[in-house]
């Protein structure tokens, strides 16, 4: 059985930073690729970066390239995401979610895939 657990989340002012954690197991975790998704309040997921089943490629959302890295270790079966420069805007519930594939195709499925319980986010001053 897949099982992924989010950890990290808090209230950060704007600006601020934090790291998310995503505990996997059940699965072959270094055989797939590892996804963050979000939901804000009242609106849909959102996809918002890949990293593909070696680390070697990363993929983000506009939304939030240039300040968010997602990263894995393979040896610990855990992925992370760095949130920088946060904004009022990426509050939200966040999510780790096992990909189908090895590398990213695209975020088509991304409500059938296996995800954790989330971890809240709260940028407010």
């Known amino acids: 059985e897949v099982q992924l657990m989010e950890s990290g989340g808090g209230l950060v002012q704007p600006g601020g930073s934090l790291t998310l954690s995503c505990s996997a197991s059940?699965?072959?975790?270094?055989?797939?690729?590892m996804n963050w998704i979000r939901q804000a309040p009242g609106r849909e997921f959102e996809w918002i970066a890949n990293?593909?089943?070696?680390?070697?490629?990363?993929q983000y959302a506009d939304s939030v390239s240039g300040r968010f890295t997602i990263s894995r270790d393979n040896a610990e079966n855990r992925a992370y995401l760095q949130l920088n420069d946060l904004k009022t805007e990426d509050t939200a519930m966040y999510y780790c979610?096992?990909?189908?594939?090895?590398?990213?195709?695209?975020?088509?499925?991304?409500?059938?895939?296996?995800r954790g319980q989330g971890t809240q986010v709260t940028v407010s001053s």
């Open positions: 979610a096992k990909d189908f594939n090895q590398r990213f195709y695209g975020f088509k499925e991304m409500l059938r895939w296996s």
């Open positions: 059940g699965f072959g975790f270094a055989s797939y690729a």
């Open positions: 990293i593909d089943r070696y680390g070697y490629t990363t």
